[in-house]
C-alpha cells in the first residue's frame, strides 16, 4: 500500500482474466479507488480497455473507467500488486497461476474470483492457489456473492463476501472493494464461501433444465432449496460453518444465480431442457459455465466424503452419462422418502 498525496491510502490490484467477472471486479476495485491493472491474453482486449474503456465482448456497452488499465504483459500488471485478483475460468487456474509465480509481490494477497472446484484433484481454487504458489493460508482470499457481472459492471447495489484465514487480510480486501453502490462483508470461512460459489453453479444447471422443460416456481423453489441442503451437507463434511451457507455467498449466490437469465450455468441448463445436445450448447455458449465440468469434480468430492448429491448426481448423469432429463428428473422426485434435515 502507498500513501497518497493528501494523506490518503491507496492500494495497487491486478487482475489476471478479463473475462465478463474480471473486467467487472476490475472497475469495481477501481471504483474503490485502488490502482487497477487488467491481465488479458487477448491484444485486441487491451486496446479495447486502454482506448476505447469498453470491454466489448464481454460487456459491450458498460464503460469502463479511463484509470482502470489493461496489458498483455502479466509482469506488467503484477507489478507491486497488493492484492492479486485471479480471473480465469478454474480448470485453466493451475497453468496460468504457474506461469505467474515467479512474477508474484512477496506481500500480496492471492483473491480467488473462480467459482469452481479443479478436476483431477478435487480440489477447491484457494487450495490449488496455495499449492501452485506455495503461500500460507493468510494470503490466499477468496471472494464471492450474488454478483452476475453485468449488473455490477453498471452500478447496481451489490454485495460480496472477503473471506481468509487471516481476519485482517479479509478487512482489507473488504475495504478495498467498498463503493457507494457495493458492500463487503468479511469471514474466515474460506471453505463454505468457496463451495457456496461453486456447487450454486451445478444447482443452477438442475434449476435451469427444469425452466426449460417448462416447469415453473414450485418446482424452481424445490431445486433451490434441496440444492441448498446438498450445499450445506458436502460443507459440513469439508469442515464449513453451516451458517456461511444461509449468508451472501451460500443463498444469496444461489437465489441470484438460480433466478437469472444471465446466469450462464442456468442459460446452459435451460438449453439443454429445451431439448438441445450437449455439442450444440457447447457451441453456443460464449462464456464460462463452471458447474459443466466442476460437477464431476464436486461429485468425485462427496463420494469422497460420503455425502449424498443426489441433484449433482442427476446434473453428471445427464451431461456425461446420456441419461435423458425426464429420467433424472423422475428419479430425483422419486427418491426414498424422508424426513426433511436427513443427512444435514
Ligand atoms: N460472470 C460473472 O457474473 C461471475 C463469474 N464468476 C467467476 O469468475 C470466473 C471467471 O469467469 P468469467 O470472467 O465470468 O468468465 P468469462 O467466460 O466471461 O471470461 C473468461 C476469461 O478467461 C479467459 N480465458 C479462457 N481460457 C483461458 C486460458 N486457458 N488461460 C487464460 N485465460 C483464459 C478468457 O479469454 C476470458 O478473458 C469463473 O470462475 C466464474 O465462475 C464469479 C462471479 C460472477
Ligand atoms: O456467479 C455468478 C453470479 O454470482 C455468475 O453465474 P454464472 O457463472 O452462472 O453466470
Known sequence: MERRRGGG?????????????????????????GEVTVW??????VEAINERHENSEYLPGVELP?????????????????????????????????AWVPLLPPRSVLVSLM??????????????IGEVADVPAERVAVFSGPNLAREIAAGQPGAAVAAC????????????????????????????????????????????MAVGLGFGDSTRALLMTRGLAEIARLGA??????????????MGDLIGTCSSPLS???????????????????????QTAEGVKSSGAVLELARKH?????????????????????????????RSPKPERYGL
Open 9 to 33: 491510502v491507496t492500494f495497487r490490484v491486478a487482475v489476471m482474466g478479463a473475462g465478463s467477472w474480471g473486467t467487472t471486479f476490475g472497475k469495481l476495485l477501481c471504483d474503490a479507488g
Open 40 to 45: 488479458a491474453r487477448r491484444p485486441e482486449r
Open 66 to 98: 479511463a484509470a482502470l488499465r489493461a496489458t498483455a504483459d502479466a509482469a506488467e500488471a503484477l507489478a507491486g500488486a497488493d492484492f492479486v485478483a485471479l480471473a480465469v475460468p478454474a480448470q485453466t487456474l493451475r497453468e496460468n497461476l504457474a
Open 115 to 128: 467459482k469452481g472446484v479443479e478436476l483431477g484433484t478435487c480440489r477447491r481454487m484457494s487450495e490449488v
Open 165 to 208: 484465514a487471516d481476519e485482517e487480510a479479509a478487512r482489507r480486501l473488504q475495504a478495498a472493494a467498498m463503493t457507494p453502490y457495493f458492500r463487503v462483508y468479511t469471514s474466515t470461512d474460506v471453505v463454505g464461501v468457496e463451495l457456496g460459489g461453486a456447487v450454486k453453479n451445478i444447482v443452477a444447471l438442475c434449476v435451469g
Open 237 to 250: 463434511a469439508l469442515g464449513a460453518d453451516e451458517h456461511t451457507f444461509a449468508g451472501l455467498a451460500g
Open 264 to 286: 450462464r450455468n442456468r442459460t446452459f441448463g435451460e438449453n439443454l431442457g429445451r431439448g438441445m445436445t450437449l455439442d450444440e450448447v457447447v457451441a453456443v455458449t460464449k
Open 306 to 334: 460420503n455425502v449424498e448429491m443426489p441433484m449433482t448426481e442427476a446434473v453428471v448423469a445427464v451431461l456425461y452419462e446420456g441419461v435423458p432429463i425426464a429420467d433424472a428428473a423422475s428419479s430425483l422426485i422419486s
